[in-house]
């Protein structure tokens, strides 16, 4: 999401799903209702549900930016039931719901409920193991934390954790990812961007539509629709992945940082593994109507959404999260350096690209500086607490871990462990456990004192985990 600045001199990045939220069920449906909130999330225990799994969201809207306060939407949703479903809810932040239909069928009843629930009872209970759709129709002002407008008169979704739930039903946690279809009707003379690669494109009565498909496994945050009057230009990665930029008219366009993004792309598969969407690109907005009004930048899948121009340490940042955060997700809030560590050293990692000396100019003036400064290293990394899942810890703290991890364990070891960790949990989701794990397994070295130290701990590591290896080497010759 927004990006915090690495706190010296070393770039960084810029400081810059219609699902359904099934229920545990009691004995028979005379008695049935909505059982534990959301999906057994620590830090967000109401969001999501874990009664049913999503396969794919296919959401429609209308909009016309001569009516901000209005957003008309019908969105289906396809999904597994894990469960007898006789009630389950979707999450939906505001609008008036029209109607709600369950298998074609218009549900028994429908109501709100708590900050987000659309609570559902279908005309008849939803067999445990079946495929099943809902469909919902609404219309309404977008919900402000994920939708922001443009000061041009357009709009774009933007936020973390929580963005979907602000335009249309979804089952919103990471861990229940979908394909998604958008399919979009602005008036026209106005364009839509969306993740994934577009669709036909018709006009009808003075309106344009516009469609946009992700083939790939999606988490609902990661998700975007943005409209204004943008210009588009298309590219290829080396290995042929179309690549689409968007620019809102009050945007920088600046053709040298467009291509550098293809390059970013290229040095970023090389370290990593091949890139993991059947596209790439960029949504680069303009100036919102408030100032603070959505974030600078954030990791939209496949196309990441940036505030006025292209830079490369955003660029490097928010593509690393298309292997890091979106093809490999969360398996909950607490494991957010699943992503936001990664993001931030792979910025070190296109320093040293370009010549930078990582060990002296970026580790160890760092280490030195925060070495005495007990509140730099008072955050864990996994599980940093409710409210820290983004916490500045993980892109300063964590991407000095990995960089102490590279030189414990190897180039060879490490970036193979990279790759092995792409490769084996793409579109899916996994814990930083697991990373623990994988590590050790690729070196074949015990690293739990190292992990307990640096993920774990909350006071600056141990010297010998400080500066393992050729780090300690660089230590002494400084001393």
Known sequence: MRRLPNQRRTTVAALATAVVSAVVLVASPASAAIGGPGVGDPYFPDDGNSGYDVSHYDVRIAYDPAHTERLDGDTTVTARALTRLDRFSLDL????????????TPAKTFSRAGAHELV???????????????????????????WHTLASGGAYVAGEPHSATSWYPANDHPSDKATFALTATVPDGWKVIGNGLPGPETTE??????????????ATYLSTVAIDRFTVHRGRTAAGTPVITAYSPDAVIDADAEAEQTEILDFLASKFGPYPFSSAG??????????????????????????????????????THQWFGDSVSFEDWRDGCVAECFAQYAGQLWEEHKGAD???YYYRS???????DPSFWSVRLYDPGPGRELDPALYSKGSLM????????????FFGTLRTWTHDHAYGNASFRRFEALAAKVSGQDLRGFFAAWVDGTVVPPEKYLYPGSLAESADAAG
């Open 93 to 104: 932040k505001g609008f008036t719901v029209a109607s709600v239909a369950v298998n074609g």
């Open 402 to 413: 990995l960089h102490a991890l590279r030189r414990t364990v190897g180039d060879e070891a």
């Open 282 to 319: 960029a949504i680069v907005v303009g100036a919102t109507k408030e100032p603070a009004n959505g974030p600078l930048a954030l990791e939209t899948q496949s196309r990441p959404t940036y505030g006025a121009m292209l830079f490369d340490a955003s660029v490097v940042h928010e593509n």
């Open 205 to 218: 009565n003075g309106r344009r539509t516009f469609r946009w498909f992700e083939d790939k496994p999606m």
């Open 120 to 146: 559902i009872t279908p005309a008849h209970p939803v067999a445990k193991g079946t495929t099943f759709t809902v469909r919902v129709t609404y219309a309404g002002r977008p919900d402000a934390e994920g």
């Open 366 to 372: 760092e280490v030195e500086d925060y070495r005495n």
């Open 358 to 360: 990582l060990d002296t």
